[in-house]
């Protein structure tokens, strides 16, 4: 589990470490802070549920493998509760066409609540 935490937060870490001159400031309060985030319950909560998934087979936090990266579905999608309703269910049903030609694999093992929780834990990543 260790090996999975650490493969998640490395590259956002790394990330939220980049300066790119072409990003645009947030404002202070507006974008989320590494350690904003990892106090976040939300964020803890669904980090421990994709990093015990098979998500990181196919997703990573900041590049696109199989499927989107994290940021990039965060970037989409507004963290609203019709986004995180949304996104939990597209990862218990599984779906194509967003993203492009290659479906996500169905998780019909998962529950609701933590189909839910995994995706907050994704829309957290918007403007990281």
């Not at 404002?27 to 985030?37: D, E, G, I, K, R």
């Amino acid at each position: 589990m260790k090996k999975y935490f650490v493969a998640i937060t490395f590259p956002a870490l790394i990330g939220a470490c980049s300066n790119s001159a072409e990003k645009k400031e947030a404002p202070a309060a507006a974008a989320p802070t590494a350690s904003t985030l990892s106090s976040n319950p939300d964020y803890q909560k669904g980090l421990e549920l994709v990093a015990k998934s098979d998500c990181l087979t196919c997703h990573k936090v900041s590049e696109k493998i199989v499927g989107p990266a994290y940021k990039d579905v965060a970037a989409k999608y507004e963290n609203t509760e019709e986004n995180v309703n949304l996104l939990a269910s597209k990862i218990i049903k599984g779906g194509t066409g967003v993203w492009g030609a290659i479906p996500m694999t169905p998780h019909a093992q998962l529950s609701e609540a933590d189909a839910k929780q995994m995706a907050k834990f994704i829309l957290l990543l918007r403007n990281k």
